[in-house]
């Protein structure tokens, strides 16, 4: 048999997200690497201070090893919110990289046709406006398709419903990898907000306000004594 496992259930958990988040994009995922890094910055912060916890050195009063603790996890506390802001700011980068090449590929900017093609469109049957959606749609010919679904209802006569439809429509036919690679960064970036909040959970459930308190009172009562009784020889 092997040597139990007798680690913080968080940290377990923490290790056990961080270990599989690249799954879907892959290590060599800039964004995907990059928000694993901070999960693990994460975890072996965890890990540090839940050996220290675990760990007392013979030459601490129980008193002085929860003091130290104590200030381990106050730190790990105090760092959770720049290890999220990191993580939000690579999020932020990577999705707007993964947003831009879905731009690219579709193309949904009007051009200087857009108000001929919406008067050709409000001018159709309503079955051959939607047999024109679905030949744009199938062309990927994007600069069509966003003169009708990128202008408001009143210039088109179709409903916000319907844009919003019919713009998914071109980028799940024309963009769907890059689709994917987006919800997939989403799901990475959750992951790590999940950590970051087990993290803080965690560090200040090693926190007692007042029990620590009355120790740090106690100790500098202590240092005092001592510093008090040093100087007696002098």
């Known amino acids: 048999m092997g040597t139990p496992d007798k680690r913080h259930p968080m940290v377990k958990a923490m290790e056990y997200v961080a270990s599989r988040m690249t799954e879907g994009l892959g290590d ?10 901070e999960a693990n910055r994460l975890r072996l912060g965890a890990e540090a201070l839940d050996r220290a916890s675990a ?8 008193e002085a090893h929860a003091l130290k603790v104590a200030k381990m996890a106050r730190k790990l506390d105090s760092e959770v919110k720049a290890y999220f802001n990191r993580s939000a700011q690579i999020w932020a980068a990577g999705r707007s990289d993964v947003q831009q090449r879905i731009d690219d590929k579709v193309n949904l900017r009007p051009d200087a046709f857009a108000s001929e093609i919406r008067a050709a469109f409000r001018s159709l049957p309503v079955k051959k406006q939607g047999q024109l959606i679905q030949d744009l749609v199938d062309g990927n010919r994007g600069p069509e398709l966003a003169a009708i679904v990128r202008a408001p209802s009143v210039l ?11 713009e ?11 689709q994917d690679e987006l ?4 799901e990475i970036y959750e992951a790590v907000s999940t950590m970051s909040r087990a993290a803080g959970d965690m560090a200040r459930s090693f926190i007692d306000p007042g029990a620590l308190s009355n120790i740090e009172r ?3 009562a202590a240092s005092e ?3 008090a009784f040093d100087q007696s020889f002098q």
């Not at 088109?156 to 019919?166: E, K, N, V």
């Not at 998914?168 to 890059?178: G, L, R, S, T």
């Not at 919800?183 to 989403?186: G, K, L, P, R």
Request: net charge neutral; charged share 20%; hydrophobic share 40%.
């Open 28 to 37: 060599q995922h800039p964004t995907a690497r990059q928000l694993q890094a």
């Open 55 to 62: 760990n007392r050195s013979p030459l601490d009063t129980p």
């Open 156 to 166: 088109t006569g179709i409903t916000d419903a319907q844009r919003q439809a019919y």
């Open 168 to 178: 998914q429509m071109i980028v799940a036919k024309h963009a769907a990898a890059e």
């Open 183 to 186: 919800a997939q960064v989403d």
């Open 218 to 220: 106690a100790d500098a």
């Open 225 to 227: 004594a001592r510093s």
